[in-house]
Nanobody, 124 residues
Framework: VHLAESGGGLVQAGGSLRLSCVAAGGWQSVATMGWYRQAPGKQRELVASLSMSDGSTSYGDFVSGRFIISRDSRENIREGVYLQMNDVNPNDAGDYFC???????????????WGRGISVTVSE
């Protein structure tokens, strides 16, 4: 399983950015896809997660309604998610990692896949 992230870069404080993650490879089912972030000197933390079965979402407390995770519904994409980031602030800067929890067979164990990460920089 390979996760390809895009959409990172420089954004002005108060601005918006949209991250994209596209999954490729072989799996029987995907449980969740989501985004984590890691700032320098800090632990990786959950930004947003989406259940691919029922569409339920969860967000880190710091999101406070500013970010939205959604499914990529393009026909040529097997699985993917977007992270719409609004009203970003300097504390949102860091490396953002796409994550996918998947199974290779029905009722089998889940596996974790991670993207390489993309950088988000916020200017004052």
């Amino acid at each position: 399983v390979h996760l390809a992230e895009s959409g990172g870069g420089l954004v002005q404080a108060g601005g918006s950015l949209r991250l994209s993650c596209v999954a490729a490879g072989g799996w029987q089912s995907v449980a969740t896809m989501g985004w984590y972030r890691q700032a320098p000197g800090k632990q990786r933390e959950l930004v947003a997660s989406l259940s691919m079965s029922d569409g339920s979402t969860s967000y880190g407390d710091f999101v406070s309604g500013r970010f939205i995770i959604s499914r990529d519904s393009r026909e040529n994409i097997r699985e993917g998610v977007y992270l719409q980031m609004n009203d970003v602030n300097p504390n949102d800067a860091g490396d953002y990692f796409c994550h996918m929890k998947w199974r290779d067979r029905i009722w089998g164990p889940t596996f974790d896949a991670w993207g390489r990460g993309i950088s988000v920089t916020v200017s004052e």
